[in-house]
């Protein structure tokens, strides 16, 4: 797994904070997501934030993906 210099941890955490709640965990989790095995852990400790919370928004995320979620569909038949 690649790690981040420290000058983009630094950045990273800075943005961080300046996100609200939900979309720090959307952030967390989309930046554990690219860095594959062990992303989790690693983000955890550059952002500060729970691994727990970071493996459910993961979770949501992924189920949000799937092709079966009836908003999406409701959407595409809105916008067609």
């Known amino acids: 797994m690649a790690t981040y210099p ?3 941890k630094k950045r990273m955490r ?3 904070r300046s996100l609200n709640e939900r979309d ?3 952030y967390a989790a989309i930046e554990a997501l690219k860095l594959g095995h062990g992303g989790i852990g690693y983000i955890s400790q550059v952002l500060g934030c ?8 993961i979770t949501e995320l992924e189920s949000d993906i799937e092709p079966s979620d009836p908003l999406r569909k409701k959407e595409e038949a809105v916008n067609a």
Do not use: G
């Open 14 to 16: 800075t943005f961080y």
């Open 50 to 57: 729970d691994q727990k919370t970071i493996s459910r928004e």
């Open 6 to 8: 420290s000058l983009v």
């Open 24 to 26: 720090r965990r959307h």
